[in-house]
């Protein structure tokens, strides 16, 4: 089964745990609306697939493109 869990590296800090990668992204969007786009430099995003192997970890402006969509952000600096 996947899952993920979103972390905040800079305060090492658990911010959630997540079933699906729609549900972390659909938290991600609330983080960055809320605090900015250059919060995405503050988190990662990681998680396993279905065979319980590491899915390559989101972060920075990957991230933020993932989540709000690469039309709509402004690279993070």
């Not at 250059?38 to 402006?61: K, N, Q």
């Amino acid at each position: 089964m996947r899952h993920y869990h979103l972390w905040d590296v800079e305060a090492n800090n658990l911010l959630g745990h997540f079933e699906t990668e729609e549900e972390a992204l659909r938290s991600v969007k609330e983080l960055l609306e809320t605090f900015g786009v250059s919060y995405a430099e503050e988190i990662v995003l990681g998680g396993r697939d279905e065979h319980d192997d590491v899915l390559p970890p989101l972060a920075g402006t990957e991230l933020a493109d993932r989540t709000m969509g690469a039309q709509s952000v402004a690279r993070v600096s």
